[in-house]
């Protein structure tokens, strides 16, 4: 076998055929055991430790943490050096490198650590951090008045990001005034620093006068902001010895990513959201229930591990408004998890299709089906158009290195089915210049930002993969589905679910797309599905709004 150089930081997709195989399967195989073993962890050693729970290593989300991704790197070294002669693998952890090289029993391996230093980053990050908390309660006191809450109330948090609340992406149907009328609920919100100091002040200048509003940064001081901060001056407690993984010791791999960790405001939030709890117990408001918007990361665990404490009487649900994202791994919630209370007593979801997977690492976890708050479009009863079998829909993820090569595929799909239309629909997280840099689209392809329900109207064949709804969504469409096979999880959706595979096609590389378009576009008999089947599918996937459902939330 010849010479194989693998990079560890290049997306799966980009790995040499004979490691991405064995690290793929790895991937797949280790997800309830490495659960399993960060549980142990956490309850053993951490169970009343919120700063562990709001690390990186207990976070189990892959998108933040290379924890799990480096065991399943180790795992995948030790098999390859039994078959392959020459490789040379890249890393970028110190303890890694050093770990990989005590397990090297073939000479003609080579290590190599890469690692960047990323001193600048965390003080940029730290000192950025801070100096948004401290304008945010400056000027949120300064310019809103603080309202009085004399009566129990629900309260519902959401990340704020859009600049209209009536029209924000978490909690579509019940922010509207409508809904909100003569209702003791009070949304609030988290603003993120990735948004823009100025941007943000702006929207928390439009939402002054609105009375379903409650802002965290009016029952915060400067000295819970100093006592967040204090996280960093006792991270030397979890330098310890660990538990070890199939006798892999990763416990320097833990202590090197929580001391090396960047994300500071997502810390800060996360500490912030536990003096919030605490400081609503000590001003005696009372709570009736509390819905977080449920990701189960690190800001959500802070929140329900907080609210749990000082208000245990109170309901504590989790609204999981979205697909599923098995990318995700964090998003279905785990035994210790619950035992060690850093998730709500209930979770919401929006279909019937999601609560086996939510299921994957705890059976006995309490599952509510609630409404698909902003998927409601859905159900309208507007007259679909015929599906046109000249425009093909490529669905952009909001990730660059998945839409990177999602535009690639596309150009070649124009460049050889000439008589197709393509239609580009950005994720409206990740502007399509950015995707692009200087590249230029081929003539048949087009970018349209029009809302999805909209697009899909018009198109018969939608193209999509990685962590986003936008798949899931085209099935309730009716419509055929090509998924690119960028990474082994795409696949896994769709085995979750349990959908009839004859309504989806996989493509494992460009000639595969090309080829699952053309078997469509050209069959004399279409592939249509009927309507009753059509409904019967969006109503397995998503659920309608009414009366009883929508109790949920107040």
């Not at 959401?158 to 509207?176: A, D, G, M, V």
């Amino acid at each position: 076998m010849t010479s194989i150089k693998w990079d560890i930081k290049e997306h799966p997709c980009k790995y040499h055929h004979n490691v991405k195989k064995v690290y793929d399967n790895e991937i797949i195989r280790n997800r309830k055991k490495f659960t399993s073993w960060i549980g142990k962890i956490s309850e053993f050693y951490f169970k009343q430790n919120l700063n562990w729970h709001i690390s990186t290593p207990a976070s189990r989300n892959p998108f933040v943490s290379n924890l799990y991704k480096n065991i399943c790197v180790t795992k995948t070294f030790l098999q390859l050096q039994k078959k392959i002669k020459n490789l040379k693998i890249i890393v970028y952890s110190k303890s890694h490198f050093n770990l990989l090289n005590s397990l090297k029993k073939n000479q003609n391996i080579k290590i190599i650590l890469k690692k960047n230093s990323m001193d600048f980053v965390f003080f940029k990050n730290f000192f950025k951090a801070i100096f948004f908390q401290i304008i945010l309660i400056f000027f949120i006191n300064l310019i809103i008045k603080k309202k009085k809450i004399q009566e129990k109330i629900t309260i519902i948090d959401f990340f704020h990001i859009e600049e209209n609340f009536y029209n924000n992406r978490y909690y579509r149907q019940i922010s509207k005034d409508k809904f909100l009328n003569n209702k003791k609920v009070y949304f609030i919100p988290t603003f993120i620093s990735g948004m823009g100091l100025l941007k943000t002040l702006r929207i928390i200048y439009k939402l002054k006068d609105n009375k379903n509003i409650l802002f965290k940064e009016h029952f915060l001081t400067y000295t819970d902001l100093l006592k967040s901060i204090l996280y960093y001056k006792n991270l030397r407690k979890f330098k310890r010895d660990y538990t070890k993984y199939e006798r892999l010791d990763f416990s320097k791999m833990i202590f090197e990513e929580i001391k090396s960790d960047v994300q500071v405001s997502t810390i800060l939030i996360s500490k912030l959201n536990y003096y919030f709890a605490k400081n609503l117990k000590d001003k005696k408001i009372e709570i009736k229930k509390i819905v977080n918007w449920f990701e189960n990361q690190q800001i959500d665990r802070a929140w329900n591990f907080a609210f749990r404490k000082f208000y245990p009487k109170s309901i504590t649900l989790g609204y999981q408004g979205f697909t599923l994202y098995p990318q995700y791994m964090c998003s279905h919630p785990s035994k210790s998890e619950a035992n060690c209370k850093v998730i709500p007593e209930k979770t919401i979801v929006i279909g019937k299709a999601f609560i086996n997977s939510r299921k994957e690492f705890f059976k006995q976890i309490k599952i509510i089906q609630g409404p698909a708050l902003t998927f409601q479009h859905l159900f309208e009863n507007k007259k679909y158009k015929e599906k046109n079998k000249n425009k093909i829909l490529i669905i952009l993820t909001g990730y660059l290195h998945l839409d990177k090569i999602l535009i690639q595929w596309g150009q070649r799909v124009a460049e050889q089915i000439l008589e197709n239309k393509i239609i580009i629909k950005p994720h409206p997280h990740l502007p399509i210049k950015k995707v692009l840099l200087d590249e230029k689209l081929n003539n048949q392809i087009l970018v349209s930002n029009l809302p999805l329900n909209e697009i899909f109207r018009e198109i018969k064949i939608a193209v999509s993969c990685g962590p986003t709804s936008a798949t899931i969504e085209s099935l309730a469409y009716g419509l055929r589905l090509i998924i690119p096979v960028l990474d082994i999880n795409d696949k896994l959706i769709f085995d979750m679910i349990k959908i009839n595979k004859k309504i989806l096609k996989y493509a494992n590389n460009e000639e595969q797309l090309i080829s699952n378009i053309e078997k469509i576009t050209k069959k004399k008999k279409d592939f249509i599905l009927k309507k009753e089947k059509s409904f019967t599918l969006r109503n397995y996937l998503f659920n309608k709004t009414n009366e009883k459902n929508l109790r949920l939330f107040y």
